[in-house]
Structures are given as C-alpha cells and as structure tokens.
C-alpha cells in the first residue's frame, strides 16, 4: 500500500493531477497569457543561493513570530483563494490544517465556506475581500467578518480582468446542473477517488460564494460575482483608505509589487503589505515578487508589515523571502495541491515540509532564528532584483 505522506511540493503537485478532473487541476494552475510571470515566479528563487556553515551551529531553530497581531509558529499563512472544489471540506479542511501547525489562514469572498465554519476551525483567520458592489454591501461583509470573529483583514486589488492562456483556459460551468454533470461526466469518471470524496460528502462541489451575502441567503454563483467585481468602478487611493477605516483590527493590502504603491499603502494606513503579483494569474511579465521586495522592503520595512505571496515551494524559499524583508509567506497552490492530494493531512503534510526545510536552512546558514536573517544570508546575483516605481 503507498504512502499517503509526501516528501515535496512537487510530488503534492504530481499526485493532486492525477487525483483531480483535468478542469479542475487546470484551474488550480491557472497563469495568465504566456506564463512569464508565473514561471518566473519559482524560477526567481532558483536563482538566488546560500553560503552555508559547517560549525558551531545552533543546536535550536526557533520560526515564531507575529503578524498583524497573531503569533504563528512559523512564517508561513495560507493565502486566501477562491472556490475550492479540489476536496469536500474545501476552506474548512485548510483552516483546520492552519491552525493544526499554529498558523493563519486567509479567506477569500469567493470561497465555498461561510466564514462561521472557517473561523470556527481556525480563531486565526483572515478575510478577505475585494472593490466589489456598492460601499454598502462592503460594509455589510466586513459586518459579517467582524460577527463571525476574524481578526484581520486582507484587501486584494491587483487585478486586471486579463484573459486567456496560451495553453488554455480550463472549463467551468456556472453551475453544476444535470447539463453541466452530464458535461463533464467523461473526465470525472476517469478520477473515480475524487467522484467518490464527494459521494460520500453528499453533494456536488458548490460554485457559489456564500460570503459576499448575509448568513442563509442565497449566495451568488462564482461567475455571477465575478461578473458584479467587473462592472464595479476601480477604487481609488481614497477609496482603500476609507475601507481601512471602516475596519477596527489590522488590514493587509495585497498586489503590492511597486515601492510608490507600498508607499501609498503605508500613507493609507496599511497594517501590512503582501508583495505579489497575484500567483502569475494577473499582469503577465509583472516579475516575480521575490525580485522587487528587496527595494520595497528597504523603503517601508521600518513602516508595515511585509508578507511575500508567489512561487513558495520549498523552505528555503521561505528562509530567501525572510532574509530579504519579508516577516512572512503566503502560499497558495501548495496547499491546495496538498489540500487535492490528501484532504486536511495534505495541508498539514505541506506546512511540515516547509516548517522542516526552514529548520534546516536555519541550521545550514548557522542561525537561531528567522529574526535573525539578514540580506548576507542570501547570494544574490547583479540584475536579480527590479526597482518598480521609485520615486
């Protein structure tokens, strides 16, 4: 009988495609256009390298800090992503994997989950919410996370809309009535163990977003709000610093990759950044944010909180991002792969591998603790970084 642990990302990746309809495992790839941004996205780590030690090394590791006001075990969250139709338990599985490992987990509008049940699995989690629908209707959400007890905030704004992929984009119905099963039955079939995690659930995978409504009304199908977000006028600086206001606990801007928008950010009373470039699912040839976050974190680190959102794999990766100014990591497509992989123990398996590869950077590289990592701790070549929007 195999093993259902994993030893890598990469296996996580390799066993969730094989777990998946090819639909579904489509969408979790995603990228936008070519794919620059999305290669580059792990590539860019690639690129970067360590010098380590061979003696008088710690003897103990310790990878606990804080963000937005939560202690976590380790510098690793989950990023809040959309409809999660990979596994039954979707958002609740991964809130329980997060808090499982002592860690936060994001919530996105567009999730399966209402957020009661997500906040019930895991006290440590962040909504988050998009420009989306009248001033009001933000407000009646934000109401909403606040009641179901979420301590934080994540505001996502880097999004363009952009369309189509060179590869593909992946096929998914509005809503999956008898037509749409009957679609998709051939590619179902062919992955009898995912047909039959929901079999035993009872139900279908739900396309609805049950957060963007008050608790027990009918929730919008994923295309329907989708289609609501574009028509709704892009916000403005102003804008962000008024949905700041109407939250009483820390707000995260995520999509930073320019030092002028960190700085604006830091103007509009921003807790936190993330620096990323939406997974590669955005503005193709946008860097990876592993590439800008040295000139961001060295004009705002003293100011907020930095988070780094792409391209996450392995520890090392995490200890890379640490070192060069980022307090955390989001990740997105490594634990969902985990999430497709192995339900709950996926994610689990996922952040202890990364929690395993930090300790072992950390001991490599001769350090304690993630505090104590500095740009010296990371080789980085001429022409690695980019400098966006300087003043």
């Known amino acids: 009988m195999s093993s259902t642990w994993f030893e890598t990302v990469a296996e996580a990746q390799r066993r969730a495609k094989k777990r998946l309809p090819k639909s579904v495992y489509s969408a979790l790839l995603a990228g936008s256009e070519r794919g620059v941004s999305y ?3 792990t590539v860019a780590f690639s690129e970067l390298g360590f010098a380590p030690h061979v003696a008088e090394l710690s003897e103990k590791r310790d990878q606990s800090t804080e963000l937005m006001g939560q202690s976590i075990s380790l510098p690793v969250i989950c990023s809040p992503t959309g409809v999660q139709a990979v ?10 994997a997060a808090a499982a490992r002592g860690t936060i987990t994001g919530l996105s509008s567009f999730a399966s989950k209402p957020i009661e049940e997500v906040v019930a699995a895991n006290p440590q989690t962040f909504f988050q919410v998009y420009w989306l629908g009248s001033r009001e209707a933000m407000l009646q959400r934000l109401e909403r996370a606040r009641a179901a007890g979420a301590p934080g905030l994540i505001v996502t704004t880097d999004w363009s809309f952009s369309m189509g992929r060179d590869w593909g984009s992946p096929s998914i119905p509005e ?8 679609r998709f039955a051939p590619e179902v079939v062919r992955r009898p163990k995912w047909l039959l995690e929901f ?3 009872g139900y279908v995978p739900d396309l609805t977003t049950p957060n ?5 009304e009918e929730a919008p199908t994923f295309f329907g709000a989708y289609y609501e977000w574009m028509q709704t006028p892009l916000p403005t600086w102003e804008d962000l610093a008024w949905l700041r206001e109407q939250w009483d606990g820390p707000v995260m801007l995520k999509g930073i990759c320019r030092v002028d928008d960190a700085k604006r950010a830091v103007d509009a009373g921003m807790t936190a950044i993330s620096v990323s470039n939406h997974g590669g699912n955005n503005l193709d040839t946008t860097p990876a944010p592993i590439r800008v976050l040295p000139a961001i974190a060295e004009a705002v680190g003293g100011q907020v909180e930095i988070v780094l959102d792409g391209g996450v794999r392995r520890g090392g990766d995490v200890v890379k991002a640490v070192a060069l100014g980022a307090r955390a990591v989001m990740i997105g497509r490594a634990y969902l792969w985990g999430l497709a992989a192995n339900g709950q123990p996926g ?5 202890d591998l990364l929690r395993s590869g930090i300790d072992s950077t950390l001991l490599g590289l001769g350090r304690s603790s993630i505090q104590e990592l500095t740009p010296d701790d990371v080789i980085v070549a001429p022409g690695f970084t980019r400098t966006l929007g300087a003043r």
Do not use: F, I, S, T
Request: aromatic letters at 0%; proline letters at 6%; charged letters at 30%.
């Open 199 to 201: 079999a035993k659930a």
């Open 39 to 41: 290669d580059d996205n």
């Open 175 to 182: 809503r999956l009535d008898l037509k749409a099963m009957a």
């Open 87 to 96: 596994h039954p338990d979707g958002e609740v599985a991964v809130a329980r």
């Open 212 to 216: 963007l409504v008050g608790p027990g």
């Open 347 to 351: 994610v689990e398996n996922v952040l």
